[in-house]
């Protein structure tokens, strides 16, 4: 089991560090969406898959295994409870943090729109969206205190479903919260999440400028609710760059193509090869089998 931590901490951090590098920067959020997505899947799943090989072949299970050793069995077993603990208390914390929304939006008032519903709250809050629930304070929405822009902001955010990302990776975190990089990638399709909306507000009422000033006049509000996408985000200066970034289709092109070589060469260091086939257990490169034997 060691061995398969270190490979899916490995995994991601270089699928991480290529997005740092390579795609950060670039203006393609939807495909900069799916790919942070599909990181966390990869290096969850890859470190585990098996594949059967007629070829002699080295990868990088066989070098972890190699230096891996037997932990003794009542470390093991601590090691499983502490596990086990923390897991229960970011669950019961997720479950917490889903009870108070839900029972925010049972007892709010609610405006139905077309694909979303405007909750109006008591408190002071920016607007921010849960599923397709946009919650507002209900004096600001009286008196027209919101400006529209705004609401296309949270609209978008309804419209994409960024709200089914973040449970996916909430959840993720939950049983994958010994991986000190799953914090960064969260941070960073929360980030592109802003930039899809961003792009929708700049598009439809084509002024930046207004826009930016919208965004400096609430950059001090926090909100502390992890499942929900909001106008106010930390890296407020990452999204004033990106409103005016633009990139030739050619390199857009060019570096979504580097994605599949990569992912070649992170199956082939980080899965388990199996050399001679499926009916040949002699020559595997199984990390779990390897570890056995130290």
């Not at 966390?40 to 470190?47: A, D, E, G, N, Y």
């Not at 003794?72 to 669950?91: D, H, K, R, S």
């Not at 939950?174 to 802003?194: D, T």
């Not at 400028?209 to 909001?230: F, H, P």
């Amino acid at each position: 089991m060691q061995v398969y931590i270190i490979n899916s901490i490995l995994c991601m951090v270089l699928l991480l560090g290529f997005y740092m590098l390579f795609l950060e920067k670039k203006k393609m959020h939807q495909f900069n969406r799916f790919y942070l997505l599909g990181a966390l899947i990869f290096s969850i799943t890859v470190p585990s898959l098996k594949i059967g090989l007629e070829n002699e072949i080295t990868n990088i299970n066989s070098y972890v295994a190699s230096i891996s050793y037997h932990i003794p069995e009542n470390y093991a077993t601590i090691a499983l409870l502490i596990y086990l603990g923390v897991a229960a208390i970011l669950m019961l914390k997720f479950g917490l943090t889903l009870y108070t929304i839900i029972r925010k939006i049972k007892n709010s008032k609610k405006i139905h729109q077309e694909h979303a519903v405007i909750v109006l709250v008591q408190n002071e809050v920016l607007p921010h969206t849960f599923l397709h629930y946009v919650f507002v304070n209900e004096n600001d929405y009286n008196n027209n205190l919101i400006e529209q822009e705004l609401f296309t902001h949270e609209f978008t955010h309804v419209r994409e479903k960024h709200t089914v990302d973040i449970l996916f990776m909430e959840i993720l975190h939950i049983f994958f919260w010994f991986n000190p990089f799953m914090i960064p990638i969260k941070k960073a399709i929360r980030l592109n999440h802003e930039y899809i909306a961003d792009d929708e507000v700049i598009n439809t009422h084509k002024d930046a400028i207004s826009y930016q000033e919208i965004l400096l006049n609430i950059a001090t509000w926090k909100n502390r609710n992890v499942l929900t996408s909001n106008a106010n985000y930390s890296a407020t200066k990452k999204r004033f760059y990106m409103m005016y970034s633009q990139n030739s289709t050619f390199k857009k092109r060019a570096v979504m193509l580097a994605v599949v070589p990569l992912l070649a060469v992170l199956i082939f260091f980080f899965a388990q090869i199996t050399l001679g086939g499926e009916h040949s257990d002699e020559h595997s490169f199984s990390p779990y089998t390897e570890a056995e034997h130290h």
